[in-house]
């Protein structure tokens, strides 16, 4: 494993809100090929450590490189210089700042689905899956309008239908999004990130709302579009079941803080994360 | 399974754009009549001449702001404000040169000395030059409208819904009274009319020795064109983008849909064809003024998409027509002090000046209650989707043809 290269590097990362710091000094890395989780209780930052991954939230302070290069950097600025309670306000000083939109680093290769689901409503499944493909598409807004790309037009479409038909989504791709069971849509999140040709997934709560055997078919889903996409995949799961059964390495936040990580086992007798989950009895 | 995809259109598609070519053509047909064989001074063909002009007009803009509001998802309220440009910007090329001392009379004759159509007269003939030269101004119309767009839309597409359209209204306000403002009177002739330029009753034709006007023809050709590219527009992969925007923001740009880009050409097409638009209502009504170009008929648009379905580009078509033949025709006896019934007069007192755009809101409250979501919500009606339903068929919704006008 450890000649592999890091596809993801989160370097020192703080993410703070005002005085709130959701995200404390997180350090966290991702090999190549490997299945990843991310866990910890209700309101630990796991989905915040997301959104600094995928650019929605620039952070405080810190780095994100993907395949060994910078790709969000920042460091305490201007009100926050004063405000930052994190640690080391003065590492990344002399780097440049970095700051890609969301758009930019999906299209670097980090794709993302998210914990409340959000497909889009009034579009039909196989018109969610396509729009994913908008952003590789080699066209401008002339060609595409006046139909002069329409090979691309055409391969977007074989692409899109090969993508459904490998998904077993293919016979609902007239249907409307939202009219879909709570399970597909999932999936069509999903299917929706990989069009996007990622080479790292992002699954927020994938298995949120589902029952014990839709879990344990999620498990082996994960496992096949890791193998068959190869990707390179970082989960937040409160399914712990799940979350043993899959990943290879597991990082546990607390408060916004990393207190463990390490391959299931290891976790699953570390004191600190029974603590974190369970409760302490002094915090009474 | 790539053959299968490109020839995957449905017989009935293939049928209704084939209804749609031969309504489109019928159209044009009757349009032509209107002009030249119906008598023009019989009151009614006047009348509907009249309102076949201006609801081509506001079709046109109506599917220009519906591609901002409806498909993009932006509330932009300024589209009076690009109207205004592009009518400006098309009488200002379109003044016929000799004209200008007398148009521009408080002005030394303004700066602009020289008329696109008359340039191109020289050339083609008057009519051909009148044609081309209308023409060449609306684009030129367009492209100042979307020129505008592109500065205003920098800081202004930061923002969001509310804050956004107040933005965009504050914006058409200013453009309405710089365009009134006496130190540019060498270009916009300050607060006066702009007059004497190229306008429908010039486009003609001579074949031979007799002349056919084209006037009424001319509108509903730009607005076809229009119509046509911001369909194509629409429903291609640019156009899912813009919907994927106005669905939700923040999963389009995850995906990859880079959010400034889209919503800032989404703004600058729209704007461009607002300002087309503006152009012909700059030709229909023969005289610009900035003066009327105010938010309340930004509002007017608004009202039409609303009434023909947010979203949805034959329900804006057919809402323009519907509030434009309402408000300029079916309703005027209203205000006429009575009603003639079998050859009969009756005086009805509260029928007086006024009382029609009373009428005119109870009826659009009514549609507003019974219609919530407009005549078409956000399908589009295509003989495509009609063939199907006769046939019993389970209609799909938003299907790829479109009925132009009516």
Redesign the interface.
């Known amino acids: 494993m450890s000649e592999k290269r890091h596809v993801l590097q989160v370097e020192n990362a703080t993410m703070q809100f005002g005085g709130v710091v959701a995200v404390n000094n997180l350090t966290m890395e991702v090999n190549e090929g490997e299945i990843v989780a991310l866990i910890g209780p209700n309101g630990a930052g796991k989905t915040t450590a997301f959104n600094v991954i995928t650019g929605v939230y620039q952070p405080t302070n810190g780095r994100v490189s993907f395949y060994e290069k910078p790709m969000v950097c920042n460091h305490p600025r201007g009100k926050m210089e004063k405000l930052y309670k994190g640690q080391n306000p003065k590492m990344y000083v002399h780097e440049h700042t970095l700051a890609p939109t969301p758009d930019h680093i999906t299209k670097l290769g980090i794709a993302r689905t998210f914990q409340n689901i959000r497909l889009w409503k009034s579009m039909t499944v196989f018109e969610n899956v396509i729009i994913a493909k908008h952003m590789r598409a080699k066209h401008n807004i002339f060609s595409s309008t006046f139909r002069v790309s329409r090979k691309e037009e055409i391969r977007m479409r074989e692409e899109t239908e090969a993508l459904l038909r490998e998904q077993g989504l293919w016979r609902v791709k007239d249907d409307l999004a939202t009219s879909l069971p709570y399970g597909l849509q999932r999936r069509l999140e999903i299917a929706r990130a990989l069009a996007t040709d990622p080479k790292l997934l992002l699954l927020d709560e994938p298995a949120a709302g589902m029952n014990p055997q839709e879990t344990l078919e999620l498990a082996s889903f994960i496992h096949d579009i890791r193998d068959k996409y190869k990707l390179t995949i970082l989960l937040i799961e409160h399914h712990m079941d799940l979350v043993m059964n899959i990943s290879d390495r597991i990082y546990v936040l607390d408060f916004g803080s990393l207190i463990a990580h390490g391959i299931p086992s290891e976790i699953q007798a570390n004191q600190h994360v029974i603590d974190a989950y369970l409760g302490v009895v002094e915090d009474e | 399974?790539?053959k299968k995809?490109?020839a995957r259109k449905a017989p009935e598609q293939k049928i209704g754009s084939l209804v749609a070519i031969l309504c489109i053509i019928a159209l044009y047909i009757f349009l032509f009549c209107l002009d030249n064989v119906l008598p023009a001074s019989n009151g009614n063909v006047q009348m509907l001449i009249t309102v076949l002009k201006k609801g081509a007009i506001y079709a046109l803009v109506c599917v220009s702001m519906n591609l901002l509001n409806g498909f993009t998802g932006l509330f932009s309220l300024g589209q009076a404000g690009f109207m205004l440009i592009g009518a400006y910007a098309y009488a200002i090329f379109a003044i016929p040169a000799d004209q200008h001392s007398a148009v521009y009379q408080y002005f030394d004759g303004g700066a602009i000395q020289f008329s696109i159509p008359e340039v191109l007269g020289n050339v083609l003939g008057k009519n051909g030059g009148a044609f081309l030269g209308a023409l060449i101004c609306i684009i030129i119309a367009g492209c100042v409208a979307a020129i505008f767009a592109a500065l205003i839309g920098i800081p202004v597409l930061r923002l969001k819904s509310d804050y956004l359209a107040i933005a965009t209204l504050g914006f058409a306000e200013i453009i309405r009274a710089v365009f009134q403002w006496n130190g540019l009177g060498k270009i916009t002739n300050g607060s006066n009319l702009l007059r004497k330029y190229t306008n429908f009753n010039d486009i003609q034709i001579q074949v031979g020795g007799t002349i056919f006007k084209l006037g009424t023809i001319f509108p509903f050709f730009i607005a076809t064109l229009s119509i046509l590219?911001i369909v194509?527009?629409v429903t291609?992969?640019?156009g899912?983008?813009f919907?994927?925007i106005?669905?939700?923001e923040?999963?389009?740009?995850?995906?990859?849909?880079?959010?400034f880009k889209h919503k800032m050409?989404s703004f600058v097409i729209s704007s461009f064809f607002a300002g087309v638009g503006g152009a012909l209502l700059a030709m229909f009504q023969t005289t610009v003024q900035a003066a009327p170009f105010r938010s309340s008929m930004t509002y007017e648009i608004l009202l039409m998409v609303v009434i023909g379905g947010i979203?949805s580009i034959t329900g804006s078509v057919i809402a323009s027509f519907l509030y434009i033949s309402a408000s300029e025709w079916w309703l005027r006896f209203l205000d006429s002090g009575g009603v003639t019934l079998f050859h009969t007069h009756f005086n009805i007192p509260f029928f007086r000046d006024g009382f029609r755009k009373v009428v005119f809101s109870v009826v659009i409250m009514v549609i507003v209650l019974f219609f919530s979501r407009g005549i078409m919500g956000?399908k589009e009606l295509s003989f495509a989707g009609m063939i199907r339903r006769l046939r019993g068929k389970k209609a799909?919704p938003a299907a790829e043809g479109e009925e132009d006008a009516q």
């Open positions: 399974m790539g995809l490109t590219i194509l527009l291609s992969s640019y899912r983008a919907k994927s106005r669905d939700d923040v999963a389009a740009e995850a995906m990859g849909v880079n959010l050409l979203g956000d799909v």
